[in-house]
Nanobody, 115 residues
Framework: QVQLVESGGGLVQPGGSLRLSCAAS????????MKWYRQAPGKQRELVAG???????TYADSVKGRFTISRDNAKKTVLLQMNSLKPEDTAVYYC?????????WGQGTQVTVSS
């Protein structure tokens, strides 16, 4: 079955960096786009970045120039490199893919940006 497993979250000081990873299994990874979302306490889940099967990318305005999404099809992994982190980046980060009409989400990884 489709599985998405995020890792790499943690506590980091403002201005620091983290790299999130989402390991995928159970589907033809190189045929589907992948997206990162985040949800802060009391807020709606929001799209952070996406990467298509042809490696075209999209970013939320709030993370442009700071975050980079990439994919490694051989390892069936999508990465989110996060630099210049701000306290407002604190959230649970999820990866997602859509296969046909089905949405698949990982369990999330917590990112906390605080001094």
């Amino acid at each position: 079955q489709v599985q998405l497993v995020e890792s790499g979250g943690g506590l980091v000081q403002p201005g620091g960096s983290l790299r999130l990873s989402c390991a995928a299994s159970g589907f033809l990874f190189n045929q589907y786009g992948m997206k990162w979302y985040r949800q802060a306490p009391g807020k709606q889940r929001e799209l952070v970045a996406g990467i298509g099967r042809l490696r075209n990318t999209t970013y939320a305005d709030s993370v442009k120039g700071r975050f980079t999404i990439s994919r490694d099809n051989a390892k069936k992994t999508v990465l989110l490199q996060m630099n210049s982190l701000k306290p407002e980046d604190t959230a649970v980060y999820y990866c997602r893919t859509q296969i046909g009409r089905e949405d698949y989400w990982g369990q999330g990884t917590q990112v906390t940006v605080s001094s």
